[in-house]
């Protein structure tokens, strides 16, 4: 609980009208999109600038206060959940596109900007944000940069990381720090802008990003290649990117999550193949239309059971919608929905889902996996009840399969969702001990009273890695 003292020091900060601790406000903030994590925190405050958000932190780092900052919530990490209370900091008034600069090709924003609204906005003048994580009508850019989120054009555009040219941090001392800016060429220090991306909101808050643009490609051409055999769609995959064709889109559905997927979107998805492969190319109109027909012959070679090509803007943005849409569909099956980013080397794709299938065997659960086939990031998620205690029990055994698995195919057990609490037990699997500890150094160095995002990444017992007979 906060005192009265403390609550005065922030509405003096915020405004009365930008500081809420009711039961019902706090309620609100005590979970997130990960199943079965709840915690309250003692208030949630809405900062309106760098300067106000530099006074909260500056002022919970004296009393040793839990900070939580908090986009729109949609990590699958419980990476905002308040563990130890404190204060959840809200960025709905730091929302604004700062500039974009058409000749240094950036766009600086605040964190609280909506991702999808920032697409639009550069998209307006011909420029291009690729980074397009499936939750981004939601999602703000704060979010994106401190998960490092990927999305469906990660192949060939890599993920938010690689469009980050600067960025404003304030730590926990309520310092304000600058990182980069807007240069293609920077090497002066550390790579500080670096270290804060994907850092979970552990290390500071991120108050302002300088973001890379690119030129928006010309045309765009999309495909759905039906399978009957797994290790037949995994092939092409492999085949595709050995033959030096890097498609802007490669996704996997399997057929569970095809036939949960098209009951939700009714668009005719093929529900009678083992998988499908939502591909898609951009660029020059005759390098897409060169690439698409390599594709297809590749395809066909790993006996492809049909090819569909999207005919019009509309199909191709029902299919590209429908994928996004696969954990909102999955999620309506049961009451609570486990997805898990196991990640793999791409040449591993078939192994990791027959593995994952034979998992989920063996445990007697439902898993269906779908991804960003061309990344090796699957998300084989499991329909489940948090109320069935013996089920819950195998849910956890099976992934911690999944997991060991993916690390034993040279893998790792988070892509793009991050560690927060739910992955924290496992870091030591992918990094070792000393990976471990430099991460606590460099953690001990910015934020020594720990007050930043308490309870995440660090786990307090790290889960003992499972020899699976295979
Ligand atoms: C339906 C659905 C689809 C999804 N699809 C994808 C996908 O395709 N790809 C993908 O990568 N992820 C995906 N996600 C996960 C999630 O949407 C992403 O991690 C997203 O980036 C989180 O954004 P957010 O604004 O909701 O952040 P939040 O969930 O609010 O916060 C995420 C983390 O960032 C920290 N944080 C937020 N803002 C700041 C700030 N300004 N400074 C410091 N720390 C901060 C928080 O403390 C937390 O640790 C999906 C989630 C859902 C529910």
Known sequence: ????????????????????????????????????????????????????????????????????????????????????????????????????????????????????????????????????????????????????????????????????????????????????????????????????????????????????????????????????????????????????????????????????????????????VKCVLLIEQDGEGHSVEKDMIKIEEICKSENAYSIQIAQTENEAEALRTARRNALSALARMKPTTILEDATVPRSEIAKMVMAINEIANKHQINICTFGHAGDGNLHPTCPTDVRDKDEMQRVENAFDEIFDKAIELGGTITGEHGVGIVKAPYLEWKLGESGVNVMKSIKDALDPNHIMNPGKMFAKDTRKRVVVSR
Request: charged share 20%; glycine share 8%; proline share 6%.
């Open 1 to 272: 609980m906060l005192t009265s003292q403390i609550k005065e020091h922030l509405i003096n900060i915020t405004g009365a009208e930008n500081f809420v601790d009711s039961q019902v406000e706090r309620l609100v903030y005590s979970y997130d999109a990960t199943p079965d994590y709840q915690s309250m925190p003692d208030a949630v405050v809405s900062p309106r600038s760098s300067e106000e958000v530099a006074k909260i932190l500056a002022l919970c780092n004296e009393y040793k206060i839990p900070v939580i900052p908090r986009g729109s919530g949609t990590n699958l990490c419980a990476g905002t959940c308040p563990v130890k209370g404190g204060i959840v900091i809200l960025f709905n008034h730091m929302n604004q596109i700062l500039e974009i600069d058409e000749e240094n090709l950036t766009v600086t924003c605040q964190p609280g900007v909506i991702t999808l609204d920032l697409i639009r906005e550069v998209e307006k003048k011909g420029l291009f944000y690729p980074p397009d994580p499936s939750s981004m009508k939601i999602s703000t850019i704060g979010g994106n940069l401190n998960e490092n989120s990927g999305g469906l054009r990660g192949l060939k555009y890599g993920v938010t990381r690689d469009y980050v040219l600067g960025l404003e941090v304030t730590l926990p001392n309520g310092e304000i720090v600058r990182t980069g800016g807007k240069l293609a060429k920077d090497v002066a220090g550390y790579d500080l802008t670096r270290l804060f991306i994907g850092s979970e909101g552990t290390l500071g808050i991120i108050t302002e990003a300088t973001l890379k643009l690119i030129p928006i490609p010309k045309t765009k051409k999309t495909m759905l290649v039906h399978y009957q055999d797994l290790e037949d769609a995994a092939r092409s995959v492999s085949k595709i990117i050995a033959n030096k064709v890097i498609p802007a889109t490669l996704e996997f559905l399997d057929q569970p999550t095809l036939k949960v997927v098209e009951d939700y979107s009714r668009i005719g998805l093929p529900t009678d």
